[in-house]
Each structure stands twice: as C-alpha cells, then as structure tokens.
C-alpha cells in the first residue's frame, strides 16, 4: 500500500526550469522502483523516466533526455524530478507511480499520485 503525492509544478518560461518531488508514504518505498509520466490535453499518457530502487540507475525517454533528471532520496521517501530547458512541449499533468519491475510499461505500475501541473510558456 502506498501513497504517492506530487508537488512542485507550476508556469515558468521556455528556457526555465522545474523541479517536481513525489513524497510516498510507507515503510517500503526503497523497495520499489519509480516512474514519471505525462499526460497533455488530447493526449496519451507517456513515460517520461524511471529509476530504480538504490537510485544508481536511471532511463529517460527521448525526448526529454539530456533535459530531466530523475533522482530519489529513499531516507525521505522522496522521488525528483528535475526539469532543465523546458519547452512548451513539456506541458502536461506529470504523475509519479510505482512499479515492481524495471522493465515495465504504464500498465505494470500499481500506485499513481493524483498529478501535478507544468505549464511552459513560450
């Protein structure tokens, strides 16, 4: 059982940066890897990155590599999200989630926070 809350979006420029955290609650969260989607109007959700359960290792989806970075501090049952040279592209509802496997797409996660806001102007 866990609880996931995100938090940290916001509007900011092209150009800017975001950094959103996704606090869990339980006694288990180092055991679980993590992920972060998003999902813009008229859109499907999309993967976004995923780390693991140490934090030693990290993927990013294409397009946002080079630009984000995923890190976790299992002590505060906290998962980031760093958002570098965003881009109006970028803006979406961005959800972090938990899943017992490395290798899994959306559907093979169990728990969704309920989504925070980035909004990128150009």
């Known amino acids: 059982q866990v609880q996931l809350v995100e938090s940290g979006g916001g509007l900011v420029q092209a150009g800017g940066s975001l950094r959103l955290s996704c606090a869990a609650s339980?006694?288990?969260?180092?055991?679980?890897?993590m992920g972060w989607f998003r999902q813009a109007p008229g859109k499907e959700r999309e993967f976004v990155a995923v780390?693991?359960?140490?934090?030693?290792?990290?993927y990013y989806a294409g397009s946002v590599k080079g630009r984000f970075t995923i890190s976790r501090d299992n002590a505060k049952n906290t998962v980031y999200l760093q958002m570098n040279s965003l881009e109006p592209e970028d803006t979406a509802v961005y959800y972090c989630?938990?899943?017992?496997?490395?290798?899994?797409?959306?559907?093979?996660?169990?728990?969704w926070g309920q989504g925070t806001q980035v909004t990128v102007s150009s």
């Open positions: 339980g006694r288990t969260f180092s055991r679980y890897t």
């Open positions: 780390i693991n359960r140490g934090g030693s290792n990290t």
């Open positions: 989630a938990t899943t017992s496997n490395w290798y899994a797409r959306d559907s093979g996660y169990d728990y």
